[in-house]
Structure formats: structure tokens, C-alpha cells
T-cell receptor, first 114, second 111 residues
Framework: ETGVTQSPTHLIKTRGQQVTLRCSSQ?????VSWYQQALGQGPQFIFQ???????GRGNFPPRFSGLQFPNYSSELNVNALELDDSALYLC?????????????FGPGTRLTVL | GDSVTQMEGPVTLSEEAFLTINCTYT??????LFWYVQYPGEGLQLLLK???ADDKGSNKGFEATYRKETTSFHLEKGSVQVSDSAVYFC??????????WGAGTKLIIKP
């Protein structure tokens, strides 16, 4: 069984640019959540997709957007990059949206904004 | 709103010592509780979970019991190893979508 994968592993962008991060969910999982983890901090929830629809959103501006595809893989897009967007971006998949469903994480994409 | 508070690190122990990392939470509903571990340079791995009061989660010698009366989910291990050195995160899931996280506790085990 393949786990959650993310690409790319590392990315360097400059302020004002746009970036797309990708995530493949674990087999059998229909829910994908995205988190931002700044250095030395716990993850912050960005949003969740369930069966191709946005299911919930954290306190992030609209320039953070996403998609989920019919195979349940997902993209996170960030427009007009700012220096504070530098972080580890984590994708997690789960078999559903229940409180008891465990979220399984990918290795993350390290984004550096210069 | 919901929140998780865990003890600040770093926590430094000698190999074979007993480990406790404290975690307390506030939640309006009936959350599930999780401990995740993050090894250097890696993503988050689920360590253990508990979905209702008095449940005990366990894995790899680690244990945590869901205590509703004290709103706690403390992580314990009887004898730590150097390979347990990592950052440990306590988290809760109360709504149908997001995990709410503590700030993480860095654990350093010295041989």
C-alpha cells in the first residue's frame, strides 16, 4: 500500500511568484487536508477537501487555494508569495471526515520564499 | 475555541529513563486525541490515538490515556532509547475536518 506522497520536496521562489504543490493520497482515502508548518511550530490548518469539494478552511487568505481531483489527489496553489509563506507544507489523507478518522501525512514540501 | 497545550521543551533524558510529556486540551465537543512524532527532516507520523474517554492508545512502548475529567492525554514511555529523539506533537480532532495541534515538545535522549 502506497502512503501519502508530495512533490516537489523542496522549492525556492521569489516574492510575488505563484507556486503549486502536489499531493497523492493514500489508497482508499477520499479526504485530503493541507497544513502549513513554520520552523519550530505546530502545523496550522489551511483547508480540507472531501470528494473534490472544499470541506473546511482555516485562517488563511484567499491567495491560498486548492483542488482535489477525481482520483483524490490534490493541489495547493499559493499566489503572490510573501516571505512569511516560507514553511513546510504538509498534506494528509484520511479515509473520511469523521472525528475518529486518522490523518496520515506525507513528507512535506519545503518552500523558501526569497 | 479548541486548543491544545503541551509542555515546553526541550526535554533531555538519559537512555532507559522514564518519559512523560504532558498534554492538556480544551474542547467543546467530544474530540479524538492523537500523538504524532516528527523525526529530524521527516514528516509527521501517527504514534497513537484514543477516540473516547478512558481509552488508552499504545504503540512502540509509548502509551497515553484519554482522561476527560482532567482533559489530559499525557504521553509516557517506561524506558526511552536514543532513537526516540524527535519532536512530539499532541493534537485533537473535534470538528469534522481539522486537527488542532500543540506547539510540539522536542525530546533529546543521551546515551
Amino acid at each position: 500500500e502506497t502512503g501519502v506522497t508530495q512533490s516537489p520536496t523542496h522549492l525556492i521562489k521569489t516574492r510575488g511568484q505563484q507556486v503549486t504543490l502536489r499531493c497523492s493520497s493514500q489508497s482508499g482515502h477520499n479526504t485530503v487536508s493541507w497544513y502549513q508548518q513554520a520552523l519550530g511550530q505546530g502545523p496550522q490548518f489551511i483547508f480540507q477537501y472531501y470528494r473534490e469539494e472544499e470541506n473546511g478552511r482555516g485562517n488563511f487568505p484567499p491567495r491560498f487555494s486548492g483542488l482535489q481531483f477525481p482520483n483524490y489527489s490534490s493541489e495547493l496553489n499559493v499566489n503572490a508569495l510573501e516571505l512569511d509563506d516560507s514553511a513546510l507544507y504538509l498534506c494528509a489523507s484520511s479515509p473520511g471526515t469523521s472525528t475518529t478518522d486518522t490523518q496520515y501525512f506525507g513528507p512535506g514540501t519545503r518552500l523558501t520564499v526569497l | 475555541g479548541d486548543s491544545v497545550t503541551q509542555m515546553e521543551g526541550p526535554v533531555t533524558l538519559s537512555e532507559e529513563a522514564f518519559l512523560t510529556i504532558n498534554c492538556t486540551y480544551t474542547a467543546t465537543g467530544y474530540p479524538s486525541l492523537f500523538w504524532y512524532v516528527q523525526y529530524p527532516g521527516e514528516g509527521l507520523q501517527l504514534l497513537l490515538k484514543a477516540t473516547k474517554a478512558d481509552d488508552k492508545g499504545s504503540n512502540k512502548g509509548f502509551e497515553a490515556t484519554y482522561r476527560k475529567e482532567t482533559t489530559s492525554f499525557h504521553l509516557e514511555k517506561g524506558s526511552v532509547q536514543v532513537s526516540d529523539s524527535a519532536v512530539y506533537f499532541c493534537a485533537l480532532k473535534d470538528s469534522n475536518y481539522q486537527l488542532i495541534w500543540g506547539a510540539g515538545t522536542k525530546l533529546i535522549i543521551k546515551p
